[in-house]
């Protein structure tokens, strides 16, 4: 089966009425928990980015608290699955001002982590990649919005210039 583009696909959903659009909705989201997530979000979470990005903290927070660690091997398979999560969360925002705030929050955590990640060179690879992202997202704000980022990013990794 070919898949039709995305601007085949618009011109074919204009031509619907309501309620088909509701029950082809409701028929994608039955395919995959990706596509009930992202319908929930933008159904009752667009609308207020900062309840969104406190459940997400929290969620994260809580993923942070269960981490095993015991072995550097288990610390960085969940540290990566609470990345993969993010991520997850920040696609479905596609705000810039989300993902930099998520992803301080994420640094924020992984500072606070026991044993310190400095001491594994895979941590601390994924640490500075992470920071790399936040400076590029950065870049696209207001600068008003930059400068407190930036400020938040020092406070919580000092060695980070």
Request: charge should be positive; avoid cysteine.
């Given at each position: 089966m070919k898949t039709a583009s995305v601007k085949e696909l618009k011109t074919e959903l204009s031509h619907l009425n309501s309620s088909e659009l509701v029950n082809l909705c409701l028929t994608l989201s039955r395919f995959k928990k990706e596509?009930?997530?992202l319908l929930t979000y933008l159904l009752f979470e667009a609308e207020d980015e900062e309840h969104f990005i406190a459940d997400v903290k929290e969620e994260v927070h809580q993923l942070f608290l269960e981490?095993?660690?015991?072995?550097?091997?288990?610390?960085?398979?969940?540290?990566?699955?609470?990345?993969?999560?993010?991520k997850k969360y920040i696609r479905y925002s596609k705000k810039k001002?989300?993902?930099?705030?998520?992803?301080?929050y994420f640094l924020e955590e992984m500072t606070q982590l026991?044993?310190?990640?400095?001491?594994?060179?895979?941590?601390?690879?994924?640490?500075e990649r992470q920071v790399a992202l936040i400076r590029k997202d950065m870049a696209t704000l207001h600068p008003d919005l930059q400068y407190d980022y930036t400020l938040e990013l020092r406070r919580i990794l000092p060695s980070m210039k």
């Open positions: 596509n009930k997530e981490i095993n660690t015991h072995s550097y091997y288990y610390i960085k398979k969940s540290i990566r699955k609470i990345l993969r999560l993010l001002s989300t993902a930099v705030e998520l992803l301080l026991s044993p310190p990640y400095q001491q594994n060179v895979t941590l601390t690879n994924l640490v």
